[in-house]
């Protein structure tokens, strides 16, 4: 795991273990070629991306996989076929490091979760403020 304090993404990447860094740094252009106007923020100490100011996706490295978060019921379900080979934990889809990025699978999920970021705050302008 990244130490705390870090202020970019490439610090970040740096931080990790050399083996690691080609699949994160595959990782990170995936999902930049796929939300090119997303803010990179460290959040949580991971790499997040943000549309408009809301949070669409985070990344992070670990010893043997890295992860995407958060994957909700609907994206779940809608690329269950596509995830089979990867370990799903409550929020979180794990790939293993040893293995070649899915980097097109995770250009979808991205674009995914812009829709489905897209539709929360569609709700929430639709949800009238309690007082």
């Known amino acids: 795991m990244a130490k705390s304090g870090l202020k970019t993404v490439d ?34 100490n991971i790499p997040t991306y ?22 909700g019921a609907r994206l779940l379900a809608t690329f269950k076929d596509e995830l089979t080979a990867y370990q799903i934990n409550k929020s979180t889809i794990r790939f293993q490091l040893s293995a070649p990025v899915p980097v097109k699978l995770i250009q979808r999920i991205v ?10 705050q569609k709700t929430r302008a639709k949800t009238p403020t309690k007082r």
Do not use: C
Request: zero cysteines.
């Open 50 to 71: 943000k549309l408009d100011g809301v949070m669409v996706i985070y990344f992070a490295g670990w010893k043997q996989h890295y992860s995407l978060y958060p994957a």
């Open 11 to 44: 610090d970040y990447i740096a931080s990790q273990p050399e083996a690691a860094r080609p699949a994160l740094t595959q990782v990170r252009n995936a999902i930049r070629k796929a939300l090119p106007a997303a803010e990179e923020v460290i959040s949580y």
């Open 111 to 120: 674009k995914f979760r812009v829709t489905e970021a897209a539709d929360r």
